[in-house]
């Protein structure tokens, strides 16, 4: 049973965001830049979730947790983030429900950040091309503290900020980070059923509860 929040925190690709169309372009161009096939949008779907450092390893390697060649790497890595930096927010769209969902958050008066692995030049701006950077007060990115999900740091540097307890606070995630992140901060953890958990069915991270829309989570906090 799910206690009402102070406040809800909220992750960007894969909860608000479908940032594959972003990123497997640039992927893409970058594999062609390095003389590689291209890899297409499903094969990068199965690897977005822990940072673009991360992503550009696993289009490397085609592992989720393999390490290229350091030399590869970087050169590869400034190559990747060229090209992302000139799709970030031209392809991406919002999720159905979200847009809905922030709305009725906002009109029941829950206070809303946004949480990411995702470094705050890339985050801000998709948030803005979207249209829903308004609806956070806050937004932690993935180099705004020391530390990423899943640990425990982002979060609890967004209920400092807000003056609450972490027990007093709710994350909504599409990942076992994200659930991991919460657990690991003492917060309430709602998980959506679509996303980027690599292939593996979210409920087996043990979320307080799943739900296939944001639109679903009001009625759960009423």
Wanted: aromatic share 6%; proline share 6%; hydrophobic share 45%.
């Amino acid at each position: 049973m799910l206690k009402r929040p102070e406040l809800i925190l909220i992750d960007l690709d894969g909860t608000l965001v479908d940032s594959v169309p972003d990123l497997a372009w640039a992927v893409d161009r970058m594999m062609t830049h390095l003389g590689r096939p291209a890899h297409g949008a499903d094969k990068v779907r199965n690897w977005v979730g822990n940072g673009v450092e991360r992503l550009v390893k696993r289009a490397l390697t085609e592992d989720l947790h393999a390490e290229p060649e350091a030399a590869l790497f970087a050169r590869a890595l400034p190559v990747f983030m060229d090209y992302y930096h000139q799709a970030n927010g031209k392809y991406s769209r919002l999720f159905p429900g979200v847009e809905g969902g922030l709305a009725a958050l906002a009109a029941q008066g829950y206070r809303l950040a946004c949480v990411t692995n995702k470094a705050e030049a890339f985050t801000l701006p998709l948030l803005e091309a979207l249209g829903v950077l308004g609806r956070f007060e806050l937004v932690v990115s993935g180099d705004t503290t020391a530390h990423k999900k899943p640990h425990p740091e982002p979060l609890l540097h967004a209920a400092r900020h807000f003056g609450i307890a972490p027990a007093q606070g709710l994350m909504v995630g599409d990942s076992m980070h994200d659930v991991e992140a919460a657990r690991n901060a003492g917060f309430q953890v709602v998980a959506v059923s679509y996303g980027y958990n690599h292939g593996e069915d979210i409920r087996a991270a043990g979320p307080d509860a799943v739900v296939d829309s944001l639109e679903q989570i009001p009625p759960l906090l009423a």
